[in-house]
């Protein structure tokens, strides 16, 4: 790599905690104050209502009937990733019905008030890449690779995809995608984008999509092949979209799960939906194939991007393709070397992704450490080998930044969602910033991804609306999913003839 690859956008944007010409925090203060005095003018003055009670909860719960309704957060540490807001050390945000109206110092409104205070306040999580419908076969293949279902029994597709999928109802999809959103969203995670392969039939895509629905979260569902002859995939894809996704502004839209392929890209664009695909190498050379043919475009989403070489990075960088990289994963799994670097070189902010977790935890905070740790070693490694002209270490910023604004971008939500902007829709988390794990706070970005976990997801809105009240997910019954999800899984093995193995020796019918 040359200094003319160095990586671009966001990745300069932010110099390092303790440069003395960056003194950030005064420059963001004063934009942030700019913009709450411009922003707050004509909203009535006074608060409402007590904070950090149960009785709080109940206002919040009842008010999300009133589209109007306005919630403030007050006096949080505020992490918004919008340049143009800034950062407080104490600020507040104030959510008008779905909507994020103003950020600021001592925003004075007439709103429902919830205490921030101890807590960074920032966007929710994005993840790019997530076979949801998997859930019930959580850590089952822990130890296992990918690998074609000959290579041996621990194998993804061996054993995933060749065992326990084609076995799979609707009933199975569906409470999969329900824990699936649920954990996350209790983790924080406030949008994914869905890649279950389960299509055997109509029924097990209107599954998919109920269990989402249910869940109350954001997401991308795309619609993806399945197995055996009754999966219509993909002319199923126009029945999906008329049947469930007429209206752009609701919490799910549709892309469609094509492998590179002529025909297949061509009907998700004359449906008006984008693109995801895995790629990992190119053994057949489709994907060099498809942009040869000029169909490669910014509404692809490509996932891992291991194994690629210098002109399929081109070709994406130059049609403004998303890259998802699932590093935990695709360290673990055998996909090749996770291709955060590579990315950067080429001026791609990669998003994050959690993909299986028949394998590996479904939450960023582990996938930002991994993200961040394996950049850092490798580009250590050469900082050692006595290499010049290195890329810049990655910052706890940046990984954010990944995990949150790159995750919607790819998810081709960043009109929406991403940062903490007016005018966005409030997918906000609070995470707690005085447990005994991370205090005393003394760097924001530095205490998200090198200190957090799920434990300190205190609160979460998706669209402004409560989901995670002071660490306990609202309306949820987990005695109850715990019981549908273990009967499911039941069923599954039994039908795949697999026995219960929990301490991992085996894992194959
Ligand atoms: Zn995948």
């Not at 994907?287 to 169909?295: D, M, P, Q, S, W």
């Amino acid at each position: 790599m040359s200094d003319d690859n160095r990586p671009t956008g966001s990745t300069e944007t932010h110099k390092t905690c303790c440069d003395p010409a960056e003194p950030s925090r005064r420059g963001l203060l004063a934009a942030g104050a700019g913009l709450a005095g411009g922003a707050m003018a004509g909203l009535p003055a006074g608060e409402a209502a007590a904070a950090g009670t149960s009785a709080t909860l109940e206002r919040l719960k009842r008010a999300e009937r009133d589209p109007a309704r306005r919630v403030l957060l007050k006096g949080g540490t505020v992490l918004s990733l919008d340049p143009q807001v800034g950062d407080f050390e104490r600020g507040d945000v104030l959510i008008e019905g779905k909507k994020i109206l103003a950020i600021g110092r001592e925003l004075a409104a007439t709103a429902l008030v919830v205490d921030a205070g101890g807590m960074i306040v920032m966007p929710g999580f994005v993840d790019t890449h997530h076979h949801q419908y998997e859930t019930i076969l959580r850590g089952i293949l822990a130890d296992g690779v990918l690998g074609a279902p000959g290579d041996g029994k621990r194998t993804y597709q061996g054993v995933i995809q060749g065992v326990f999928t084609p076995v799979y109802q609707p009933e199975d999809a569906y409470i999969s995608e329900l824990v699936a959103s649920l954990n996350q969203l209790n983790a924080g995670v406030t949008t994914t984008v869905d890649t279950s392969q389960v299509s055997h039939t109509p029924a097990h895509s209107d599954a998919c999509i109920a269990g989402l629905k249910e869940s109350g979260r954001r997401a991308v569902y795309t619609y993806s092949p399945g197995l055996g002859p009754a999966s219509q995939y993909p002319k199923d894809l126009l029945r999906l979209q008329a049947q469930y996704f007429s209206s752009a502004d609701q919490l799910l839209t549709l892309e469609l799960n094509a492998a590179p392929n002529a025909d297949n890209w061509a009907l998700a664009r004359q449906a008006g939906v984008p693109i995801i695909c895995h790629i990992v190498g190119d053994r057949s050379g489709s994907f060099e194939a498809v942009g040869k043919a000029g169909l490669m475009g910014p509404d692809n989403e490509y996932i891992h991007c291991t194994q690629l070489n210098e002109t399929h990075w081109k070709m994406i960088a130059d049609t403004g393709g998303k890259v998802s990289i699932a590093p935990a994963i695709e360290m673990q799994m055998r996909h090749g070397m996770p291709p955060l670097q590579t990315a950067l070189d080429h001026g791609i902010q990669p998003s994050l992704s959690v993909d299986v977790e028949c394998n590996m935890t479904a939450d960023m905070f582990t996938i930002m450490r991994a993200a961040f740790t394996l950049q850092r070693a490798l580009v250590n490694e050469r900082s050692l080998a006595g290499e010049q002209n290195l890329p810049p270490l990655l910052t706890c910023r940046q990984v954010i930044e990944m995990a949150t604004l790159g995750g919607a971008r790819a998810a081709h939500l960043d009109g929406k969602i991403g940062t903490l902007s007016p005018g966005k829709e409030a997918d906000i988390i609070m995470v707690a910033a005085d447990r005994i794990n991370v205090f005393p706070l003394n760097n924001v970005p530095g205490t998200v991804v090198t200190l957090m976990d799920t434990s300190n997801v205190e609160t979460v809105f998706v669209a402004g609306k409560i989901v995670k009240w002071q660490g306990k997910l609202v309306g949820v019954d987990l005695a109850r999913l715990r019981r549908m999800i273990e009967k499911s899984r039941d069923g599954v093995l039994a039908r795949a003839g697999y026995r219960s193995d929990l301490f991992g020796t085996c894992c194959a019918a």
